[in-house]
């Protein structure tokens, strides 16, 4: 969804790349929410963070706890800045309540998108957020 959003929202001033270190597919509930937000997300493919190494990146960005630690090192530099969301995946409950998971981390990533590149900015230059 961050990616989607990023492309959306900010693909005039940011080159967005998506990966995970478990990569399984999009998820089919956030293609749903994205399209209910007018972004289409069904083109977009898993791919795992291994893809990347050796890409020269100014930033890298972990979108939850579990990749924060498991991230590789990427070389250069690269600028790695955490900011969680809470993984809709491992909501339990009905249908209703799995989706309205999905909806909010869908409109916290937005904001979060909606923020860069100064975010990324301010981090670059070592502000605490």
Same mark, same amino acid.
């Given at each position: 969804?961050?990616?989607?959003?990023?492309?959306?929202?900010?693909?005039?001033?940011?080159?967005?790349?998506?990966?995970?270190?478990?990569?399984?597919?999009?998820?089919?509930?956030?293609?749903?929410?994205?399209?209910?937000?007018?972004?289409? =997300?069904?083109?977009?493919?898993? @791919?795992?963070? +291994? !893809?990347?190494?050796?890409?020269?990146?100014?930033?890298?960005?972990? &979108?939850?706890?579990?990749?924060?630690?498991?991230?590789?090192?990427?070389?250069?530099?690269?600028?790695?800045?955490?900011?969680?969301?809470?993984?809709?995946?491992?909501?339990?409950?009905?249908?209703?309540? =799995?989706?309205?998971?999905?909806? @909010?981390?869908? +409109? !916290?990533?937005?904001?979060?998108?909606?923020?860069?590149?100064?975010? &990324?900015?301010?981090?670059?230059?070592?502000?605490?957020?």
């Amino acid at each position: 969804m961050a990616e989607g959003w990023a492309r959306h929202l900010k693909g005039d001033i940011i080159e967005a790349y998506s990966a995970g270190v478990w990569p399984v597919g999009v998820h089919p509930r956030a293609i749903k929410v994205m399209a209910e937000a007018g972004v289409d =997300i069904s083109g977009q493919t898993s @791919k795992h963070v +291994d !893809e990347f190494i050796g890409t020269d990146f100014d930033f890298v960005v972990t &979108l939850c706890d579990n990749a924060r630690q498991q991230c590789p090192v990427f070389p250069g530099k690269a600028k790695l800045v955490h900011r969680a969301f809470e993984d809709p995946i491992a909501v339990i409950g009905g249908e209703e309540q =799995i989706m309205h998971a999905f909806r @909010k981390s869908r +409109d !916290e990533m937005r904001a979060f998108i909606e923020t860069l590149p100064e975010f &990324l900015k301010q981090q670059k230059m070592g502000d605490s957020i």
